[in-house]
């Protein structure tokens, strides 16, 4: 662990960005550079004078690359002028990674621990005294640490790191994760910190508050049976108009799978939404929480697992399509803590498509693929009624043919000796077009159905 001091011959020149991060908030960082070809000429000045500051180090990129880039800007000391500020690694006898922030008075500061990867980094202000914090996650060979920094008077200091702090990395847990938001809507950050026990399949979730530079834990709760900690998810979304919470979908040891929790914070301290495991929310692969209907509530995945298709001639096990069902939480706790239906969705990531089910088809809709006819450029998918409320398994009598969609590239269209079927178009995209054909009219009537309402249940995958 260093604290160093670089001094550099820098003329900062004001730099018009453009970029994308993870967050509506205006005073996260943007990210420049990344990766990308760099037209602007300011931003090429600035490029080639941190890479000149840099010297031997590399400039590295977090891991969480959807929220900070190699090299970002932003107000850190809340003085209204922007920093540069970059992430590097240093290889030489040891390995080091940190940052360098660069400032409008030709200044350069620079901070570096032992370390092999940044698995997190970011900027927050969490004790609102105007000045962000930099957080960062170091991997170190098998143990990942937090450090907390705070840029001042044009010096670094260094507020909490694994020489001064046991909060964590304790009784063999050794691996961080770490979530920065408001859950209870109090104006206040609360810094989110889980990690994880390789020895006992445990991942420990804990809410805290920064104040007067120290972590204090407001709560902390733990899931057991967790697989690995490469895929466990944490997010935060909404479950009401007023309520945040945390989402985690977690690694099951006993399977394959992945169980779904829910948490919040209230009166600060932590509520597991299905502690009593009345209700076990398990997919078999890993979906995201989503907001379906776009009403601001996030919405839970459930996965209709006798409706999963998998190519059996790829390398991939993810599902070409399947049917999902999407919930979400009704608020209660205890033995009232249970899941309200929203709608059910069908996918098909081969042709990136999905079909909104109608609430009368819900848990009674087959779409089987028609292998006949066919070719790489021109799928048909046969949907059937149930009757019963199973979707591949009824028998031929209790199901009832609907239509058929072809799914044909744009390219082949006007080749017609390609396409054994034409129909109505539903929908299009980027690189195909959906028509329905040979259309069970009696059955789509007794449904309350018509071609021009199915147009409106197709859309792309997000």
Known sequence: MRLLKLVGMLSLVAVITTGCYKSGNDDNPINLFDELPIYDEEKRDISEKVKIVAGSANLTLPSNSIEVG???????????????????????????????????????????????????????????DGNKEIILLVQDKNMTTLTICRYQNGEIEELISKANYHYFNKDNFTKLGVLVDDLDNDD??????????????????????????????????????????????????????????????????EDTGYITQVTYLKNKKIINAFEDKKIQISNGYYIPVEDVNNDGITNIPQIESSSVTIDTLSTSTFPTSLIISWNKYNGKQGDDADMIFVSQIYYNYEANFRFLIPNNLVGKLAIIEDTENTNANYKVFNFYYNTTNTYSDTSSQDRKFLFTLNVSEKTIVDDTKNISKTGNNVYESDKYIFSVADVNQAELKKLDLTVDILKDYFSAIK
């Open 188 to 253: 206040n950050l609360e810094l989110v910190v889980y990690n994880y026990n390789y020895k006992t399949k445990e991942m420990e979730l804990n809410v805290c508050s920064f104040k007067d530079n120290q972590i204090y834990i407001l709560d902390s709760t733990t899931f057991k049976n967790v697989r690995n900690f490469e895929d466990i998810k944490v997010v935060t979304g909404n479950i009401s108009s007023k309520e945040k919470a945390l989402f985690l979908s977690l690694p099951n040891d």
């Open 70 to 128: 190699k090299i970002n800007e932003i107000d850190l000391n809340n003085d209204r002028k922007d920093e540069i500020v970059f992430f590097e690694k240093r290889e030489d006898i040891r390995n080091q990674v940190g940052f360098t922030i660069l400032d409008s008075k030709s200044n350069d500061t620079s901070y570096t621990e032992s370390g092999n990867k940044i698995e997190y980094a970011n900027f927050y202000d969490l004790d609102n």
